[in-house]
């Protein structure tokens, strides 16, 4: 088949009876087969129970028994995600030798029982922070828009495999951008939800009180069909929402007019240094908005370097925590780079990290007085297109300040949203935020945009 469609589109294809499950998984088996070789995305593939699968889910069309969008729909986990029958690595010789899991974490349990169909385990950022790296077992993932760039980190395997068409959507996880980052620099669509609404159980953690799952995909919409399939409480996580989970779908039509959207232009200034491109997208973004019937407005929000300072001192201290016992008896097996990062945590103090938690409730406090005159956040969702992998500069993140991590601070529910091409050929994004628990808004406005933006072009690959 030529073009892989997206999930929304390919679920209508196969009511229509026009393309099928199995023929989905088979052109996805066969990107695999072309690309993987040099994008690296996958750590584990498992053909033979991804086509049964499709199979299962292909009587279901045909008896008009579908389960859903997801029914038959091609979708693989980040390996920190345990999936039943693969072992759980984070692509570190820390975990090799694992044995496989014996469950499903719940996101994937949610999502195989929507019928969608588990081609394997993805690449990431060692133990979902360390890279990209080449000292470690696997290769890092490449961004199929150019191979020689960087698809950034750590949902790095997901995003690769979701723009080149090896898969519709997959799982990532979120403790300062690691779904949005990788969705902004490959040309997709990445959400973030709002803390606890996806439970995190069966999932390596890198800072408790940060991390995040949810989906990547080629859409908004694709985000809210998996969301949707996978939000809801767990008992086994403790920061799981209680809640019932919101309904993501149903109002994802009725576009933005009326809607105040913020934009906290001081992020943009200063010492980050957004490329043309990227600011050129922003105003575009604010434009199609107003176009729309929404409000967009300058706001101030607390600054961007503070709130990146108290989230990396969270960061790295919990993670510290959660490493210590094997640094100390292992420390050799860890990548250079995720060593050296998490040695720093060793000197974080617990006056540190206390301090910087107070910090985060004072500016959390403040976002959440800004949001009572705007509905949505709108900012950049990265500095600008995907540099060279051999260029990245892996105390960048230290530097600068972070776009994408103020909202795992608040827990608020943030998406990427491609927003046209700049130097390169290469893409560039948009942010989308809201207040926690309004994620539903969140895809909703971010839908509105790329219905008005228009079609974007394709990586190469997929229509390869």
Not at 222 to 234: E, N, Q
Not at 302 to 325: K, N, R
Not at 351 to 370: G, K
Not at 406 to 411: E, I, Y
Request: some cysteine; glycine content about 10%.
């Amino acid at each position: 088949m030529g073009v892989i469609p997206t999930i929304a589109e390919a679920a209508r294809a196969f009511a229509a009876r026009s393309l099928s499950p199995v023929e989905l998984t088979h052109a996805c088996l066969d990107r695999v087969e072309r690309f993987e070789p040099s994008l690296h995305a996958f750590v584990a593939l498992d053909c033979e129970g991804a086509l049964a699968a499709a199979r299962g889910a292909e009587a279901r069309w045909m008896r008009g028994e579908a389960k859903g969008p997801l029914d038959g729909i091609p979708i693989a986990h980040k390996d920190i995600i345990d999936v039943a029958g693969f072992p759980t690595t984070a692509c570190s010789r820390v975990l090799a030798g694992q044995k496989p899991a014996a469950a499903d974490a719940p996101i994937a349990a949610r999502w195989r029982a929507a019928g969608a169909v588990c081609l394997g385990k993805l690449t990431t950022h060692e133990f979902a922070w360390g890279g990209p790296s080449f000292d470690l077992p696997t290769p890092p993932a490449r961004n199929p828009w150019n191979p020689a760039h960087f698809t950034a980190g750590s949902s790095s395997g997901t995003a690769a495999a979701i723009a080149s068409g090896m898969i519709l959507g997959g799982s990532g996880s979120d403790t300062g951008g690691s779904i949005r980052g990788p969705a902004a620099l490959c040309g997709l669509a990445g959400i973030k939800p709002s803390y606890g609404l996806v439970p995190r159980t069966g999932a390596f953690p890198l800072a408790w009180s940060l991390d995040h799952l949810g989906p990547l995909a080629r859409t908004a919409e694709d985000c809210a069909i998996l969301l949707s399939a996978c939000a809801g409480h767990d008992p086994a996580d403790p920061a799981s929402d209680r809640r019932p989970a919101p309904d993501l779908l149903g109002g994802l039509g009725d576009g933005v007019r009326g809607l105040r959207i913020g934009i906290p232009q001081a992020w943009h200034e200063g010492v980050l240094p957004l490329t043309p491109a990227t600011r050129a997208a922003i105003d575009r973004a604010a434009a199609i908005f107003r176009d729309l019937g929404a409000l967009p407005r300058v706001i101030t929000l607390p600054p961007l370097q503070d709130l990146t300072d108290a989230g990396m001192v969270i960061l790295l201290g919990e993670a510290f925590a959660i490493h210590a016992p094997w640094l100390r008896a292992r420390r050799d097996e860890y990548g250079e780079i995720l060593r050296e990062r998490l040695l720093l945590g060793a000197l974080v103090s617990a006056e540190d990290y206390l301090a910087a938690q107070r910090r985060r409730r004072a500016l959390a406090a403040a976002i959440a007085e800004a949001m009572r005159e705007v509905d949505l956040i709108l900012t950049a969702a990265a500095v600008g297109e995907a540099p060279l992998i051999e260029a990245v500069d892996r105390w960048t993140g230290f530097r600068l300040p972070n776009l994408l991590l103020p909202f795992n601070l608040t827990g608020q529910p943030a998406i990427s949203v491609a927003a046209g091409l700049g130097v390169g050929g290469l893409p560039v994004a948009i942010q989308l935020a809201g207040r926690p628990g309004e994620d539903a808004l969140v895809l909703r406005a971010a839908h509105a945009y790329e219905i008005a933006r228009g079609p974007l072009p394709s990586p190469p690959l997929l229509a390869g």
